[in-house]
């Protein structure tokens, strides 16, 4: 049984994201955990080998569920899964909360060819998926839980950070780095959203350069 689905495979963002994880939630307490827009379920599978005990995850893709079914399935049959399929928070029991969150979302704030992007992977004007999924930490986490969310300046991250701080969530960036944006991918975003949020953009000739970031996110006491 192969358990590698192309459709799903880990990004650079999904490389990042665990190595994160692998360093922040050693000896964390992970009673459950959840990763919005599952994919694959490897970010799951690393979670359960840290000591996770309940694994959650919500994709709105079917394929998506059952590629993180059949991972688990494999490498971690014996730690307890609940995996749904739907929109972001709206499959999950309404009192549940988590110990650690994860969210690495589609976010890129244009409309991208579907080579880089399945067609279901709605990121809007890149805040849409972010805001709903920063929108309802409050509730979600647990007492001294924490998130994790991959988060592409672009976006604007002076607006994050208001968000962030409007809703009395504590955060700081844990891991900075700079991607590379194809011509195609930087030609498909507007002036305006350049304008608004590509202070840190550079350019050289045709090669565009962003920043990106993890940032860890919890309720402030
Ligand atoms: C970039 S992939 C990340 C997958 C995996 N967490 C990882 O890091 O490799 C984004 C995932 O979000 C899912 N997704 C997109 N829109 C969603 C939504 N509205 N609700 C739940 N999941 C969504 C996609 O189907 C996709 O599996």
């Not at 589609?106 to 060819?113: C, G, I, L, M, T």
Request: glycine fraction near 10%.
């Amino acid at each position: 049984m192969t358990t590698y689905a192309h459709q799903f495979r880990p990004s650079q963002y999904t490389a990042t994201l665990l190595q994160v994880i692998e360093q922040q939630c050693l000896d964390r307490r992970m009673t459950s955990v959840l990763d919005i827009g599952v994919g694959s379920g490897v970010l799951l599978a690393a979670l359960a080998k840290l000591g996770a005990q309940q694994l959650w995850g919500v994709d709105i893709s079917e394929a998506a569920v059952e590629s993180s079914e059949r991972l688990l399935g494999v490498t971690q049959p014996n730690v307890a899964r609940r995996l749904l399929i739907g929109d972001m928070w709206g499959p999950l029991p309404a009192e549940q909360d988590f110990d650690v969150i994860l969210a690495n979302l589609p976010h890129f704030p244009a409309r991208v060819s579907e080579i880089d992007r399945p067609p279901g992977w709605t990121g809007g004007d890149g805040r849409l998926l972010i805001d709903r999924f920063i929108g309802a930490l409050p509730k979600r986490l647990a007492q001294s839980g924490v998130a994790y969310l991959t988060h592409h300046d672009l976006i604007g991250y002076p607006q994050t950070v208001r968000l962030l701080e409007s809703l009395g969530l504590e955060h700081r960036s844990v891991l900075e780095w700079t991607v590379f944006e194809s011509p195609e991918r930087i030609a498909a975003v507007s002036p305006e959203v350049v304008k608004e949020n590509g202070q840190g953009l550079r350019r050289y000739g045709d090669y565009v350069f962003s920043n990106s970031r993890i940032l860890e996110v919890s309720v402030g006491r």
